[in-house]
Structures are given as structure tokens and as C-alpha cells.
């Protein structure tokens, strides 16, 4: 991953046990009532070693998300009537953000080949099979306006910008540079919200009308929090840590504690979905063995941990923990965001060359020295092959495309206090 120079798998002379991520997906039953909100009998419907997250409703009876299997991840669905999952699809490369499309007979996935190749998907859910929906852009994140629109971030050099893409006409339109993840349809109207990251200092939730590109901000998030859904018109939902919040617009001043969900051992609540009535929630999360919140307040306002506090809830040697922090980085490499990328890595970090070379030293030093790396290699992908975890260590065998080329490499990630400290290359 992210290698300037040619590497050698050595994951043939290693045996020892796989350890996966312990990102998982539960559902809750919601009841709310007038400015009451409640969450109860939250269950793990994904239960599963690897990665589970970006989940949503596909209809009242099932739930989609991406999960692990076979070292990759593909699309799993979950039926609630009978407490079961399914596959989707068997297509080569890892699916992430499965949805429903609007009227249609089929879900639609972003798609990360094993040559790198990241485009958006449509899957027929009678078959499995799959055709690329946009060709020209490489899509990170995105939701459906309707069958024939979809508003996404799109990555654009080191940025993701918001782009919405008409289907039928083959057109697609940039209306926003520097967004989150987060896309959603606002309840009860012809508007999608958006995260904008234009100012640095404070995220918004904005407003997109698809149609005309007018935008309007609705409110703040909470600090460095990007993953919102709607409860209904005017509550919103988001989550810091392990606590679930909500606004509700014209009303709340400031986002409002709903429930700490320690007892579910969730630590990072990272994405979020309603369905369309209001009375299911679903929630992923990082999970810990024992609860990572260090919050002691009661009242009903926002309460945060400490940047300190924060940062020493990541044990440093749980396996799932050290993992999760890899995986995550993973992912903002591959959807090149050089934010969401460098907030994982110690301010000291060293990076080596295979046995002590040293690369470089220093954040700053390694901020530049990739975001030239995006800027110059615009097909750089990273595909997870096999991935060991030892204490506070993560050893990667990667498949890397750069440059129009394919190889393999291999990375030793060692991680302390919650953040990469170093990193070794093998060469």
C-alpha cells in the first residue's frame, strides 16, 4: 500500500492466527415520542470476524451492509423476520454502501476491483449479476434522489466533491468541493444533505436541491463527526463515540444525548440508518471487549470525552482495536482523503523501508510527501489480500495498482495510544 518502490509478500514464511476487525452492525427498535427518544433491544445482526458496516434498510423485512467473507467484502443481507443473511453477489472485487435503487429490482454497490478499478455498481437481486452504472467517475460515497439520480462524493485528486449524475441523460454535474460521507434524502421533500468540509474549523449539514444545485445550511455538527441519518423532517440523528445524539431542528439548540450505548460494547458509532417509519435504527460501530466511554455526565447536553481521554480509550494492544485503526486508515487511503488519511497517524510517525531505513519523520513530512503521492498517481488503490494482527502490530499482504501497474506488497503497522506510530515496507 502506497509504495514508491517494488515490495516482496513474505506471507508465506508467517503462520500465526488471523485476527479480523470488529466493526459490526446492530439493530434497534426506536420509539419516539414528541422530544423523547428511545433505543431498546439492540441486537448484532451482522456477527461476523472482518468488516461489517454502511448498512440500510432495503425494504420492512431486510437489511443490507457490507461484510467480510473470503477475505473480501461483499454484499450481505439480512432478513428480520427470520434472524438470518444471505450473499448477494459474487463478483471478484469488495462491494461497500449497498442500497436499494428506487424502483428497480436491483441494489447498487461501490465496487473496489483487485486491479484497482473503483467505479459504482448496480447488482440484480435475482441474480447477482452486476453493470457499471457511471463509467467516468470514481465514486467514494453517494445515496439515490430517484431511479435515475445520484448525489455522491466523487474523488478528485485529494478531495471528494459532490457531483449528482443523471442516468438516463448520461450527465453528471459538480455542485460542491470538500464533503463527508454522509447522503441522505430528507424526509418529506425534493432535498438531499450533504457534510461540507469547506471550513475546516466546523463541518456543516447542508441542503441539496438536485435539481436547481441550490444549497442551505441546516446545522453544525458535532466536532469532527461526519455520519448523520434523519429520523423524520426534522430530527436528525448522529453519534460520538459510543453515545447516540439528536437535533431537532428550530427547537434544540445544541445536539442532545439520546443513550450511551456501552452495554452493546459499540465504542465508535461510524454510521447510521432509519427506516422510512421511524421505529428501526440501525447502527456500526467499532466494538470493544470492554466499554471504550469515559463519559460521566447526566444531563441532556452535548458531553465529549477529552482529546486525551480520547485517545487512551484505543487500547494498544486489543487486536480489534489496533485493526479497526488499519482498516480505517485503509479506507481513507482508497477513497484519497488526505484528512480522514493523516488523522490516524502519530504526530512522530516513521515511516521505513524493510529492515531500517528510514523514509520519512513526522507528520508533516509524510502529509506532503503523499499528498504529492495522490496528486501524481491518479489509479493508486490498495486491495487487503491477507492480514495478520499481533499485540499492537498489523501486518498487511497488499495488492497495489499505481502507476497502471499491479503488485504486491506487504506493511507492518504499529500502533500505540490510538495511532500509528510506525510503519514498515518490506522491499
Not at 167 to 187: A, W
Request: hydrophobic content about 35%; glycine content about 6%; charged content about 25%.
Amino acid at each position: 500500500m502506497k509504495l514508491k518502490f517494488t515490495l516482496l509478500a513474505v506471507f508465506a514464511t508467517i503462520y500465526v492466527g488471523n485476527s479480523q476487525s470488529n466493526t459490526e452492525v446492530f439493530l434497534f427498535d426506536l420509539e419516539a415520542n414528541g422530544s423523547q427518544i428511545q433505543v431498546k433491544n439492540g441486537i448484532n445482526i451482522s456477527n461476523n470476524e472482518g468488516y461489517d458496516n454502511q448498512p440500510s434498510f432495503l425494504n420492512d423485512r431486510y437489511i443490507l451492509f457490507a461484510s467480510t467473507r473470503n477475505g473480501q467484502t461483499d454484499i450481505s443481507k439480512y432478513d428480520m423476520r427470520y434472524d438470518s443473511k444471505s450473499w448477494l453477489n459474487f463478483s471478484d472485487g469488495g462491494e461497500y454502501t449497498p442500497l436499494k435503487i428506487p424502483n428497480r429490482n436491483e441494489v447498487s454497490a461501490v465496487r473496489l476491483d483487485k486491479d484497482g478499478k473503483q467505479r459504482l455498481y448496480a447488482y440484480n437481486m435475482s441474480n447477482g449479476e452486476s453493470n457499471e452504472l457511471i463509467q467516468d467517475l470514481v465514486v467514494a460515497y453517494y445515496t439515490w434522489y430517484d431511479e435515475n439520480t445520484t448525489v455522491a462524493a466523487v474523488i478528485e485528486g485529494d478531495n471528494l466533491n459532490l457531483f449528482v449524475t443523471n442516468l438516463e441523460e448520461g450527465t453528471s454535474r459538480k455542485y460542491q468541493s470538500k464533503v463527508g460521507r454522509s447522503f441522505h434524502k430528507i424526509p418529506n421533500s425534493n432535498l438531499v444533505s450533504f457534510i461540507s468540509k469547506e471550513n475546516e474549523n466546523q463541518w456543516q449539514i447542508k441542503s441539496l436541491n438536485p435539481k436547481t444545485g441550490a444549497t442551505k445550511v441546516i446545522a453544525n455538527t458535532m466536532e469532527g463527526v461526519e455520519d448523520i441519518c434523519w429520523l423524520d423532517d426534522k430530527t436528525i440523528l448522529s453519534g460520538k463515540d459510543n453515545v447516540l445524539y439528536k437535533l431537532t431542528l428550530r427547537k434544540d439548540n445544541n445536539w442532545k444525548k439520546v443513550a450511551n450505548l456501552e452495554a452493546n460494547s459499540i465504542s465508535k458509532i461510524t454510521r447510521l440508518a432509519t427506516n422510512p417509519e421511524g421505529t428501526k435504527l440501525l447502527i456500526a460501530g467499532d466494538i470493544n471487549a470492554t466499554s471504550g466511554s469515559t463519559e460521566t455526565t447526566t444531563d441532556d447536553t452535548k458531553t465529549e470525552t477529552s482529546e486525551s481521554e480520547e485517545s487512551n480509550s484505543e487500547s494498544t494492544t486489543e487486536p480489534s482495536k489496533v485493526e479497526a485503526i488499519v482498516q480505517r486508515n485503509l479506507e481513507a487511503y482508497n477513497a484519497r482523503d488526505i484528512d480522514a488519511f493523516m488523522k490516524d497517524y502519530a504526530d512522530d510517525v516513521k515511516l521505513y523501508a524493510y529492515p531500517n531505513t528510514l523514509q520519512t519523520e513526522g507528520k508533516d513530512a509524510m502529509r506532503k510527501s503523499y499528498k504529492d503521492w495522490f496528486d501524481r498517481v491518479k489509479d493508486l488503490r490498495a486491495f487487503i489480500k491477507k492480514r495478520i494482527v499481533i499485540g499492537n502490530k498489523v501486518i498487511d499482504e497488499e495488492q497495489v495498482t499505481a502507476n497502471g501497474q499491479i503488485f504486491n506488497a506487504v506493511a507492518i503497522y504499529e500502533v500505540e495510544n490510538g495511532k500509528i506510530t510506525k510503519v514498515t515496507f518490506i522491499q
